[in-house]
């Protein structure tokens, strides 16, 4: 089972950045997919970017704003976050889809943009 460790969220004011990160317990050989998602209170878990063989998916509610990478494709992703808005507070999850069909989910992280 891979476990997954996130940081980096926290409260920020509306305009401001934050940056997630997303590591594996483990060296992951075979990753089909990584990427975040979340969920706002009262709404369901939604995707926000996930890299997939060689290209990244983004919400629409995110393009222009947010960035994944996965440098060196070691297994750690990164979300930069910018531009935020009140609209993007909510607990973040990593995610990764591996081997043969197997799922991980970080514990999830809560980002809060307000003024």
């Known amino acids: 089972q891979v476990q997954l460790v996130e940081s980096g969220g926290g409260s920020v004011q509306p305009g401001g950045s934050l940056r997630l990160s997303c590591a594996a317990s483990v060296r992951v050989f075979r990753i089909n997919a990584m990427g975040w998602y979340r969920q706002a209170p009262g709404k369901e878990r939604e995707l926000v970017a996930a890299?997939?063989?060689?290209?990244?998916n983004y919400a629409d509610f995110v393009k222009g704003r947010f960035t994944l990478s996965r440098p060196n494709a070691k297994n750690t992703v990164y979300l930069q976050m910018n531009s935020l808005t009140p609209e993007d507070t909510a607990v973040y999850y990593c995610?990764?889809?591996?081997?043969?069909?197997?799922?991980?989910w970080g514990q999830g992280i809560q980002v809060t943009v307000s003024s």
């Open positions: 995610n990764v889809n591996y081997g043969l069909g197997y799922a991980s």
């Open positions: 890299l997939t063989g060689g290209s990244t």
